[in-house]
């Protein structure tokens, strides 16, 4: 069997894994895997790439296997690598995780003898026969199956600036793409999440004497991370939401409401008061979840222990009590579910206190005029910008903006062969990860993982799930 693996950063490294985990030595030899990996990211993927060690980890260290089989895996490494002790409850750089999984990477190539093809892929197409040709500038392979772990979504660009000079769609690798110029210049950066504090602790670092504004449309930021307990007992009956699943039942959000209400009750958290209290987001909201780590952390280790059945509950919900849920908690729970370290927030607020950045809300435009950005908020006078850095995020929707995606997502989308799925990605049968077309068949040997498969996979974006969902699909591959 041919196998393309395109991409290798954590989906495809945990392909490898498990082609490794699930084949025996003597059925190798009928493998024949190439893998195609842009070259900058090779082996570590986009947000693990070499770049500075002021862009962290916003997980703790002790929660970041890339094995599922042993949570351990990461933690053991830095031990053995890095000679650090203290490592629970840390945030590391990330690319010191970029390190890690390059090792990975290596050793699983060299193990089942991989071809590496160390180019962008342009373009897949599916063949009568139902094998896939792979084309990149320079080569055509034809494959049995593909593995699209191509990673992340194109960023958006809601202010239609891309390709202005001074405007800096992806930050990416921050120490290659923030480079701007020393002195007092003004740089706005548009968004207040994760990306945008990156943009901020790089900005800070090496440019201090930069005017630093976060423009956003409502000044709010994510939840804190809260004093995660070590254990929890057990994650909302799962067993029982299993069975309904599994009798094809529908759930609804009260159902649901209500499990989780009982969970909270159980482990003696107080989600009303939770509920209304934290995670807000607002500077007073970061200062209250300072002051409140560990109830905070009770509730995140519950949402943390809840991950490996988000998919089932959200499954099995039909689309009006997935969008009530969107609605009425959707944002919330997004920024409980990825807090921001405690130290990044704590130096937030310090800075803008003491009046070093400063956070505008109620943006209305932003256009660049006579070689500044000139930023327009409710209520407020122009400002102008030297520079503006873009920190939205992705575009998951891909009914919008897809000119921005790169050619084989646009090509697969445009030829029939993905279907835009209206919660973000791209339809795919779950948890087989296979991609369902336009005519809503199953398009066997084609395997889709990460912000891809994110409308059906809810809440995939960590490592966690992303490197489980490849157990599944290997599992249906090998049986082609
Ligand atoms: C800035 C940032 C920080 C994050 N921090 C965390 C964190 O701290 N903890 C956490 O759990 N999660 C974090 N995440 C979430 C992240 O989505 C996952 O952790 C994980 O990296 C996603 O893995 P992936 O394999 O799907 O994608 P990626 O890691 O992006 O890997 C995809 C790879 O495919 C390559 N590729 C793309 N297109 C092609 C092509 N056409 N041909 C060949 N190769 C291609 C890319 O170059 C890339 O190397 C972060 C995400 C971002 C964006």
């Given at each position: 069997m041919k196998i393309g693996i395109i991409g290798l950063g954590v989906a495809g490294i945990s392909i490898l894994r498990e082609i490794e985990k699930q084949t025996q030595k003597d059925m190798r030899g009928d493998l024949h895997i190439t893998v195609y990996a842009e070259k900058e990211s090779f082996g570590t993927g986009f947000p693990y790439q070499p770049d500075?060690?002021?862009?962290?980890i916003n997980q703790y260290t002790e929660t970041m296997s890339i094995d599922p089989d042993d949570s351990n895996d990461f933690l053991e490494w830095v031990r053995e690598n890095k000679n650090l002790k203290q490592l629970y409850n840390t945030h590391l750089p990330r690319n010191l995780f970029g390190e890690y999984l390059l090792d990975k990477s290596r050793e699983l190539i060299e193990k089942l003898n991989v071809t590496v093809i160390c180019v962008k892929v342009l373009s897949v197409k599916r063949q009568e026969n139902n094998q896939y040709e792979i084309k990149t500038k320079n080569s055509t392979e034809t494959t049995d199956c593909i593995h699209l772990s191509v990673g992340h979504l194109a960023y958006q660009d809601p202010y239609n600036l891309k390709g202005e000079e001074k405007y800096i769609y992806n930050p990416y690798p921050a120490n290659k793409?923030?480079?701007?110029?020393?002195?007092?210049?003004a740089v706005g950066i548009v968004g207040t999440g994760l990306t945008a504090l990156d943009t901020f602790l790089y900005i800070r670092k090496y440019y201090p004497e930069a005017k630093l504004s976060f423009l956003s449309l409502d000044g709010r930021f994510s939840s804190v991370r809260g004093h995660e307990p070590k254990k929890g007992t057990h994650a909302v009956c799962q067993e029982r939401v299993r069975q309904l699943v599994e009798e094809n039942q529908q759930l609804t959000l009260d159902q649901i409401k209500e499990w989780v209400e009982k969970e909270t009750a159980?482990?003696?958290?107080?989600l009303t008061w939770i509920w209304k209290t934290l995670g807000e987001g607002t500077l007073t909201g970061l200062q209250r979840d300072l002051n409140h780590l560990e109830e905070l952390g009770k509730f995140q280790m519950l949402i943390h222990q809840m991950r490996d059945f988000y998919s089932l509950l959200w499954n099995a919900m039909p689309d009006n009590e997935k969008d009530r849920f969107l609605n009425d908690f959707g944002l919330k729970w997004s920024n409980f579910k990825a807090p921001i370290p405690q130290r990044t927030a704590a130096l937030?607020?310090?800075?803008?206190?003491?009046?070093?950045v400063e956070l505008l809300s109620g943006i209305k435009s932003i256009k660049k005029e006579n070689g500044d950005f000139k930023v327009q908020i409710n209520g407020q006078k122009t400002r102008a910008y030297d520079f503006i850095i873009n920190a939205t995020g992705?575009?998951?929707?891909?009914?919008?903006?897809?000119?921005?995606?790169?050619?084989?997502?646009k090509e697969l989308i445009e030829s029939g062969v993905l279907t835009p799925y209206r919660y973000g990605g791209v339809l795919i049968d779950y948890p087989s990860m296979t991609a369902i077309s336009q005519k809503g068949e199953r398009v066997n040997g084609l395997y889709v993982y990460g912000q891809l498969s994110s409308g059906i996979q809810y809440g995939n974006n960590n490592v966690e799930l992303i490197s489980k969902s490849a157990q599944y699909s290997v599992q249906d591959m090998l049986k082609i």
């Open positions: 500075d060690e002021a862009l962290l793409k923030l480079s701007l110029q020393k002195g007092p210049i159980d482990r003696d958290i107080d937030l607020l310090k800075s803008i206190s003491d009046g070093e992705q575009q998951m929707d891909l009914t919008k903006q897809l000119y921005l995606q790169q050619p084989l997502i």
